[in-house]
């Protein structure tokens, strides 16, 4: 019963966010956020989370869902370049730059109410489901 209710005030706030216009930005197309140096990730990124700490619940799980959608819409082919770029970069990076693209994430999702992490911590059990074992080797 706990369960249902919880995703019917999840439910609601979906469709209450679907009429309100978000206070944040659209997300960044993959395709050109990849081609970002560290310093402007970095600056992009804490500018994201400041407008999301902002936002409603409602707000961020729209942003969230429409950053997937923009994923799902890109080729097999270009997710897969996509990632290889990524992950070479990531490679690149100092122990320094590592350690400060962690801390943000983790400042930011501190930030977060209990029942939002809880959320995003099953959002991300949802996903390791769908990772090939040697996909699941690079995700904590």
Known sequence: ???LFQNFVLSLAFA?????????PDPVD???SVNYTFEQRMAQTKQLHAKLKEASAAERLMYF????????????EERRDLSEKFKSQWKKL??????QVKQEARNYITSLPDAER?????RRELMLE???PEERKHWP
Do not use: C, I, Y
Not at 118 to 122: I, M, V
């Open 94 to 99: 100092t122990d320094d730059q590592k350690k």
């Open 30 to 32: 993959p395709r050109d």
């Open 118 to 122: 809880k959320e995003l911590k099953r």
């Open 1 to 3: 019963m706990k369960r």
């Open 130 to 132: 769908f990772m090939s």
């Open 16 to 24: 209450v966010g679907s009429f309100v216009h978000a206070a944040v």
């Open 65 to 76: 869902d429409k950053s997937l959608e923009a994923v799902k819409k890109l080729s097999a």
